[in-house]
């Protein structure tokens, strides 16, 4: 399939208010613990889309967001990072927004959260307001599959239609657990070591051996490439006419907070794809972007192009070529 190497990328998915608090001491999980709580911009959906609009890639966003306040905001800052945010819902409810309480460690890892869905009806309502719109031209759509089986689907047969590659990461896994079905209509299926064991019906998948194998086992379901991300250790990817799985290691870096690292891998796979990067290119881009938001305080790391400039890695190079050339194969 023949897609232009600068246009737009649709990114579909969700809208949050994260309230990270971050312990002064070891976590008491039966007592009371002094520490700092903060409000951040978040969702699964957003911070894809504001990453992958600080790395160059031209975004168009699809979610649903309340009217002012936090609301506009978001959309504000968005706006601000080259996002397009003309296809998200806005409305006076406060359903529109989810919102995600997360307690860390104090190694910066979730320690557990509480997840409020924001209400799937106004993303709904987005896709079938300004879908068809936003896929018209464009080159990728990632799409956070966890809103609903309804949405899931039509974004798919829309961009099917339009003939344009879907990435697909899932949120809570709910509906790729309901409906596996929609695995072989995407293009390329991003997951972690958890959603990898729930796939396959492997415990535990903590090594690359067992990475490689679960991804030969949900490639085989028809996808066209499935990575399997491994937290610190890196990730694994495999696609179809490869003889086998390859590893890509974690960028060592020091660790603020992880929450978000995995939407952030997303955001540099899919950018460095939609440039027109083969898929061992694009999984050691994202392994890249990961490090670079573990190490910052909030969920997207705000000065990429800086850390990108700075960095020696002779793939971004090879990445922006790949993007001014009129054309690619995916």
């Not at 959603?195 to 019906?201: F, I, K, P, S, V």
Request: net charge negative; charged share 20%.
């Amino acid at each position: 399939m023949k897609v232009a190497g600068k246009a737009p990328v649709v990114v579909v998915g969700t809208i949050f208010v994260d309230l990270k608090c971050f312990p002064k001491y070891e976590l008491n999980f039966k007592g009371r613990n002094p520490g700092v709580a903060r409000f951040f911009h978040g969702g699964v959906g957003r911070n894809v889309a504001e990453t992958m609009a600080l790395l160059g890639s031209h975004v168009r966003f699809s979610s649903a967001a309340q009217e002012g306040g936090l609301g506009h905001e978001v959309l504000t800052r968005l706006n601000d990072a080259g996002v397009d945010v003309d296809g998200v819902y806005t409305t006076a409810s406060p359903e529109a927004n989810g919102m995600w309480v997360a307690i860390l460690n104090r190694e910066g890892d979730l320690a557990c959260s509480v997840s409020q869905m924001p209400n799937v009806v106004y993303l709904e309502q987005a896709w079938e307001r300004h879908g068809e719109r936003m896929l018209r031209g464009s080159c990728l759509t990632v799409l956070e599959l966890d809103l609903s089986v309804k949405l899931a689907d039509r974004v798919l047969t829309d961009a099917a239609r339009h003939g344009v590659p879907v990435v697909g990461l899932p949120g809570n896994f709910e509906c790729v657990r309901h409906q596996p079905d929609l695995l072989p209509r995407l293009h390329t299926f991003v997951c972690n070591q958890v959603e990898a064991e729930e796939l396959c019906g492997q415990r535990p998948i903590s090594s690359v051996p067992a990475a490689k194998q679960a991804a030969r086992l949900i490639l085989a379901r028809g996808l066209k490439a499935v990575v399997v991300t491994l937290g610190p250790l890196g990730a694994v990817g495999f696609g179809q006419g490869m003889d086998e799985p390859f590893f890509v290691p974690a960028q060592q870096v020091e660790v603020v907070d992880t929450t978000g690292a995995g939407d952030a891998f997303v955001a540099g796979f899919s950018h460095s794809l939609a440039a027109g990067a083969g898929l061992r290119l694009a999984v050691e881009a994202g392994t890249r972007v990961a490090a670079w938001t573990v190490s910052a305080t909030e969920s997207v790391c705000r000065d990429l192009r800086g850390r990108m400039d700075a960095d020696s890695w002779e793939g971004w190079g090879e990445i922006d070529l790949a993007r001014k050339q009129s054309s690619f194969d995916i």
